[in-house]
C-alpha cells in the first residue's frame, strides 16, 4: 500500500445478534429493520453498504445516533467484523487477512482519533503521541522527534511533558490527533472526532484539520452528526439513516439536489449561503451576460458574493478559477439557490417529520 | 417398632433391610437409655404429630441397612485418610518450598538485630510512602514493641505475612488476568472464591492438620494465603474489566498485541485496584496469623491464646495492642502505596 491507500466497502451488511448469518437471509429478502427485531431478534447495523473513499479525500459519514456510522467506520480496521460484504483498501480484500497481516495493517496503515480521546491515562503527552509507533516496535529516538514536531504542529508545543487528565478535552484531542499523525499512517479515521468538544474549539479543530489535510493529504473518513461539520470537511458526503447509504456525493450536489424526505428535513435548518459555492450554481461559460460587476473565484461561498454585491440582484459576475474564467454567475440565480426550492415546491419539508431517533 | 417401618413393609424391603443390619456405633443417648435398665420403648402410638423428618437416623430406626448420620461422619473422614496418602506424596514436595520460605524468614526477621532491621523497615515505609509523617509513626510504633519486649513476637508475626502476601500477590495476579480475559474462568473461580472467604476462618486448619504435621510452617502458611489470596484475585479481575473500553479500543486500532495490552494498558490502569486487592490480601493474612497461632504459628498470636488458655488478661491485651499497631501500620503504609499510584494512574478524564 503507498502513501495514498483507496478504500472501498461493497456490499456490506452487519447484524448483531446470536445469528446474524439467518438474519441476513431475511435481510436479502427485504426485511426491514424493525421487523427484524420483532420476529427475529437481531438488530440490522448496516445494510448493503457501497462507498468509495478516494485516496487522499476527506469522506464524511453522517447520520444521527443509531444510524450506523459508528459501526461502519469501525469495520475499516476490523473492530467489528462484518456479516457479509467486502472493503477493499487499495484492491486488496482486507477481510482475508490474517492476524498478523491485520494487525501490521491497524499499526502502519491506519490510525484512528476518537470522540473520547482514548488516551492512555498514566504516560505523558509525549508517550500518548508516540504511542502508535511504540506499539510497532520502534525505538523510542526515532519516533520521539516526530512526536515533538507533531505536537508542535498541532499546538502542544511545551506541554509534552503533561498527563492527559491536565490538559483541557481539546487540547486532549490535539494529542488524540499528534498521535494518529505521528504514526504516518495513510489512511486516519476520525471517530467523531469532534463532538466532544465545545463549538468554538471545535471550529479550531476543523479548521486545524482541513489546514493539516492540504499538506497531507491522508485519506480521511470522519464520522459526524452535525451538518455543518460534515459540508465543512467533506470531499465526498455519505449521509446513512438506519443502516442505509441514503444519498452519498459531493456536498453541494446533496445540498442542490437531496434525493431524500430525510435529506431534505436534514439540509432545511443549515446556512446555505455559507456552504454553496459560487462553482455549484454558475452557468458555465457559454452565454456571456451584457456585463458583469467583477470577478469571483469559484471556490468562494455565496456569502461572500452577496456581501461582494452588496444585495443587489441585478448583477452578475464573472467565475474564475485558478485565473482562467470558467463561467458567470447570476445574483438572481444565487438567491433562487439559497432557498430550498425542492421542499418548498412538493411541501417535503411540512408533510414529513422528523424520525423519533 | 419405629416411625418408618411401614415404609419399608410396604416396599418390601423388611428382608434386606435386616440381612444387611450392622450395629455401628452406639449414640450416648441410647446407651442412657440402656442403661436406665428399663425397657424404654413405649408402645408407638403412631400419630402424625409425632412423626419425624425421614432423615438418616429416623430411616435407621425402621431399616438397620441405611446408615446413621454419625457413619456420614465417619465415612467423611474415612475417605479423607484414605486419600491422605497419595495427597501427601503429591503435595509435599510442591509445598516444601512455603515451610523454607517461612522458616527462612523468621530467622532473618527475628535474628538481625534490632538496629539494622529497625532503620531497613523505616527505609521500606518511606519507599513506599515518601511521608515522614508516616515513617516517624512506624518508628515508634515499632521502638514502643521493642520498649515493652513484643518486638522478636512482633517481627515473627510481620515475616509470616511478608511471605504469606508475597505468594498470594505472585499467585494472585495471574489468577485474576486469566479470570478477566476468560468469562468461563471467571464463572469457575468465582464459586471458589467465595467458598474461600465463607468459610469460617478455623475450618481452614482441620483438613491441613489432617495434610501436614503441625510441626511445619507450611501447615499455617497454606491456611494464611488461601484466606488471603481471595481479595487480589478478585481486584485484579475486577480492575481489569473495568479499564476503559474506550482506551482498549484505542489499543486495538493501533494494532496492540494481547501481550501488549496487558503489559502497557490493562495491567497499568487497573493498578489501583490490584493495590487495594494488596491491601486488603495483607489485612486478611493478618487476622489469619493470629488465628493460626493454633497450629503452632509464632507470633504474636501465640500470647493471645495464652491469654485466653490461662485467663492472663494482660498477655492477652498487650499482644492485641501490638497486633492493632501491626495492623495500622500494614494498613497506612500500602495506603500510602495506593494514593501514590493513584495520583499517578487514574484521575478522572472526561
Not at chain 1, 498478523?100 to 480521546?117: I, K, N
Not at chain 2, 425402621?62 to 503435595?91: H, K, M, W, Y
Not at chain 2, 534490632?114 to 527505609?123: A, C, N, S, V, Y
Not at chain 2, 488478661?313 to 500494614?330: E, F, K, N, P, Y
Request: glycine fraction near 8%; proline fraction near 5%.
Amino acid at each position: 500500500m503507498d502513501r495514498n491507500a483507496s478504500i472501498s466497502i461493497r456490499h456490506l451488511y452487519k447484524i448483531f445478534g446470536p445469528q446474524p448469518q439467518k438474519a441476513l437471509e431475511h435481510v436479502r429478502a427485504g426485511m426491514g429493520k424493525t421487523e427484524l427485531m420483532a420476529r427475529h431478534r437481531h438488530v440490522l447495523g448496516l445494510r448493503d453498504i457501497n462507498v468509495e473513499m478516494k485516496a487522499g479525500e476527506i469522506t464524511v459519514i453522517m447520520g444521527l445516533s443509531g444510524s450506523g456510522k459508528s459501526t461502519l467506520i469501525r469495520h475499516v480496521n476490523r473492530l467489528i467484523e462484518p456479516t457479509a460484504g467486502e472493503i477493499m483498501i487499495d484492491g486488496e480484500n482486507i477481510l482475508a487477512f490474517g492476524e498478523t497481516r491485520l494487525r501490521d495493517l491497524r499499526r502502519r496503515h491506519m490510525s484512528m482519533v476518537f470522540q473520547h480521546f482514548a488516551l492512555l491515562p498514566h504516560k505523558t503527552v509525549l508517550d500518548n503521541a508516540g504511542m502508535a509507533r511504540a506499539v510497532r516496535g520502534d525505538d523510542r529516538s526515532t519516533y520521539e522527534r516526530d512526536a515533538r514536531a507533531w505536537l508542535e504542529r498541532v499546538g502542544l508545543g511545551g506541554q509534552e511533558d503533561q498527563y492527559p487528565h491536565q490538559l483541557s478535552g481539546g487540547m486532549q484531542q490535539r494529542v488524540g490527533i499528534a498521535r494518529a499523525l505521528t504514526s504516518n499512517a495513510p489512511i486516519m479515521l476520525m471517530d467523531e472526532a469532534f463532538s466532544a468538544l465545545d463549538p468554538l474549539i471545535r471550529t479550531d479543530m476543523q479548521d486545524l484539520l482541513l489546514e493539516l489535510q492540504q499538506e497531507l493529504q491522508k485519506t480521511i473518513v470522519f464520522i459526524s452528526h452535525d451538518l455543518d461539520e460534515a459540508l465543512k470537511l467533506a470531499d465526498h458526503l455519505v449521509i446513512l439513516k438506519d443502516g442505509i447509504v441514503v444519498q452519498q456525493g459531493e456536498p453541494q450536489e446533496i445540498l442542490l439536489n437531496p434525493n431524500d424526505p430525510y435529506i431534505v428535513d436534514f439540509i432545511s435548518d443549515i446556512n446555505r449561503a455559507r456552504v454553496l459555492r459560487v462553482r455549484s450554481v454558475m452557468d458555465a461559460a457559454t452565454d456571456p451576460p451584457a456585463q458583469t460587476a467583477g470577478k469571483v473565484d469559484a471556490d468562494a461561498t455565496l456569502e461572500s458574493v452577496i456581501a461582494l454585491s452588496a444585495g443587489d440582484t441585478t448583477l452578475s459576475y464573472e467565475v474564475h478559477r485558478a485565473g482562467a474564467q470558467v463561467g458567470y454567475l447570476n445574483m438572481q440565480k444565487l438567491v433562487r439557490a439559497l432557498v430550498p426550492t425542492q421542499a418548498s415546491q412538493n411541501g417535503m419539508r411540512n408533510s414529513t417529520r422528523r424520525d423519533p431517533d | 417398632m419405629a416411625s418408618y417401618d411401614f415404609l419399608f413393609e410396604g416396599l418390601g424391603l423388611g428382608e434386606w433391610c435386616d440381612r444387611d443390619a450392622s450395629p455401628g456405633p452406639m449414640s450416648m443417648a441410647d446407651l442412657l437409655a440402656r442403661g436406665a435398665g428399663g425397657q424404654a420403648e413405649k408402645t408407638w402410638t403412631q400419630s402424625l404429630w409425632d412423626l419425624p423428618f425421614p432423615s438418616l437416623d429416623a430411616l435407621n430406626q425402621a431399616c438397620p441397612a441405611i446408615a446413621r448420620s454419625r457413619d456420614l461422619t465417619r465415612g467423611l473422614e474415612q475417605s479423607f485418610l484414605n486419600v491422605r496418602d497419595p495427597l501427601r506424596v503429591v503435595l509435599d514436595p510442591i509445598t516444601q518450598p512455603l515451610s523454607w520460605a517461612l522458616e527462612n524468614a523468621l530467622h532473618v526477621f527475628t535474628a538481625t538485630p534490632w538496629w539494622i532491621m529497625l532503620p531497613l523497615l523505616l527505609l521500606l515505609v518511606w519507599v513506599a510512602s515518601r511521608s515522614w509523617a508516616l515513617m516517624g509513626f512506624v518508628g515508634g510504633a515499632l521502638a514502643f514493641l521493642l520498649f515493652v519486649d513484643h518486638y522478636t513476637f512482633a517481627m515473627q508475626t510481620m515475616s509470616i505475612i511478608f511471605v504469606c502476601a508475597f505468594l498470594c500477590v505472585l499467585f494472585g495476579v495471574p489468577i485474576g488476568i486469566a479470570m478477566s480475559r476468560s468469562d468461563t474462568m471467571q464463572r469457575l473461580t468465582i464459586p471458589v472464591l467465595d467458598m474461600l472467604q465463607t468459610l469460617p476462618t478455623f475450618v481452614y486448619l482441620i483438613p491441613l492438620i489432617f495434610l501436614f504435621s503441625v510441626t511445619e510452617p507450611k501447615l499455617y502458611g497454606i491456611a494464611i494465603i488461601l484466606y488471603a489470596i481471595v481479595p487480589v484475585i478478585r481486584l485484579t479481575d475486577l480492575g481489569i474489566r473495568l479499564v476503559d473500553k474506550d482506551v482498549i479500543e484505542a489499543a486495538e486500532a493501533f494494532g496492540m498485541t494481547r501481550h501488549q495490552k496487558l503489559v502497557r494498558v490493562q495491567i497499568p490502569l487497573a493498578l489501583p485496584n490490584i493495590m487495594a486487592g494488596v491491601n486488603q490480601t495483607i489485612m486478611m493474612s493478618l487476622a489469619m496469623v493470629v488465628i493460626a497461632s493454633l497450629v503452632s504459628a509464632p507470633g504474636l498470636g501465640v500470647l493471645v491464646l495464652r491469654g485466653i488458655r490461662n485467663l492472663e488478661l494482660g498477655v492477652g491485651l498487650m499482644a492485641g495492642l501490638g497486633i492493632v499497631l501491626l495492623a495500622i501500620i500494614l494498613d497506612r503504609v500500602t495506603k500510602a502505596a495506593l494514593a501514590r499510584v493513584n495520583a499517578a494512574a487514574s484521575v478522572p478524564r472526561h
